[in-house]
């Protein structure tokens, strides 16, 4: 009753703080897996685990936004289940540490990968025309003309 009275929430139920673990195993399961595709050296961008991670993450930000809001609580009074739901936090942060650093990597590399594209195609067209930086032919003329005597 002393508890409604202050307008606390009730703690979370076993089963409550159960759900959120699975979800934060899941979450762990698909940046796990992402990871390793990043560190083959796969492009972020075609990571086939994206839908996945964004829907996780999703429900995860809307539980922890909740807690937030105080419309729940992860008061957890059983401290085996608490001591749980931390260390799959603290896993679950580590993950996504390294996630981040390895998306970092893989954007970096698609940025090189397109700057030797453009490089590539800058010294292509360099190469292809006659005129040079200062407006000078490079290359000698070649007629193209025809011969119209008959």
């Known amino acids: 009753m002393k508890r409604a009275i202050q307008g606390c ?19 762990i399961a698909v940046l796990s897996e992402e990871n390793m595709e990043l560190a083959k050296g796969l492009p972020a961008s075609r990571s086939k685990q994206l839908d996945d991670k964004n829907r996780l993450a999703g429900l995860f930000e ?9 419309t729940a609580s992860l008061d957890v009074r059983d401290r085996v289940l608490r001591e749980q739901l931390l260390e799959h936090i603290l896993t679950l942060r580590s993950a996504m540490d390294e996630n981040l650093v390895r998306l970092r990597a893989a954007i970096e590399a698609s940025n090189r990968r397109i700057e030797a594209v453009m490089q590539a195609i800058r010294e292509q067209i360099a190469n292809a025309s006659p005129y040079g930086a200062s407006g000078r032919r490079t290359a000698r003329a070649t007629s193209c003309g025809t011969n119209l005597s008959a």
């Open 62 to 70: 809307h539980r922890v936004a909740e807690c937030a809001r105080r």
């Open 9 to 27: 929430q009730p703690a979370a139920t076993d089963d409550e703080v159960r759900t959120l673990i699975t979800l934060i195993d899941e979450l």
